[in-house]
């Protein structure tokens, strides 16, 4: 059996990110696949754009690793581009869009928000139509054929849903969760690129970290909405929430 940590949403945040990398080392686990978002809300983006690429064999592009490398109209968006620098923002503008592959006999399909688009959003609450689109092809998918399982990130939330015989997961979020205040990531298991069937396991692991590490690394590098991003790390609310 293989096994496959697929982790997303790092957003700059080192500490949490460290405490996964950790995490999957523990557990002896050596092929990383990266959803994208590495960048962006937290204050060091170019750390995590370093570490990403060193232990991560495939990494897809997200939507702030997108916008991140236009030009910039907001002087936010001026900083985080600073704080990368042009050879790492060449690297995010050249990250392909899907990571596809067989597992157990079964067609895995992995994405940031969609096999559409960056920017389309899916909650596991949305109507059942929305959320069986996410298991077909685009014209930026690999292969022109329907996923059997599909793992996206985006939403900072993770979840496992079965739908008509199809397997839809979120890995949630390594930096910036929107759930609970601990860092998430998930683990395939199964054999890789294999096309005969055979067991499957996607297991879902919480690991806690140094928030107020986070928050005073946050704090130190005078970051922009600071204390939006200060309430997201220590409540898990999105900052669009109103109490």
Not at 197 to 204: Q, S
Not at 212 to 232: G, K, S
Request: hydrophobic share 40%; net charge negative.
């Amino acid at each position: 059996m293989d096994k496959i940590a697929i982790l997303s949403d790092i957003h700059g945040n080192i500490p949490a990110l460290e405490a996964v990398l950790e995490d999957i080392r523990r557990r002896d686990i050596t092929r990383l696949l990266c959803l994208g978002d590495l960048v962006g809300k937290g204050p060091h983006s170019d750390q995590a754009v370093d570490l990403i690429r060193q232990h991560c064999e495939a990494v897809v592009s997200g939507n702030w690793d997108d916008f991140i490398t236009r030009e910039a109209e907001y002087p936010d968006l001026c900083w985080h581009q600073n704080v990368l620098g042009e050879a790492r923002l060449h690297y995010l503008a050249a990250l392909p869009f899907t990571i596809e592959f067989y597992m157990s006999g079964q067609y895995v399909r992995l994405f940031h928000a969609s096999p559409r688009s960056l920017y389309e959003r899916v909650q596991p609450w949305d109507d059942l139509e929305k959320r069986l689109s996410l298991f077909e092809s685009s014209e930026h998918c690999t292969a022109n054929v329907p996923a059997d399982i599909v793992g996206y990130g985006d939403i900072h939330n993770a979840y496992l849903q079965h739908l008509q015989g199809k397997v839809l997961f979120n890995v949630g979020s390594v930096g910036n969760p929107l759930d609970v205040t601990q860092a998430s990531y998930v683990i395939l298991e199964g054999s890789y690129k294999s096309r005969s069937a055979a067991p499957l396991d996607i297991r879902f692991v919480r690991v806690p970290y140094d928030i107020e590490r986070a928050v005073q690394q946050a704090i130190d590098a005078d970051m922009p909405h600071l204390e939006a991003y200060i309430r997201e790390l220590r409540t898990a609310k999105y900052r669009g929430i109103k109490d």
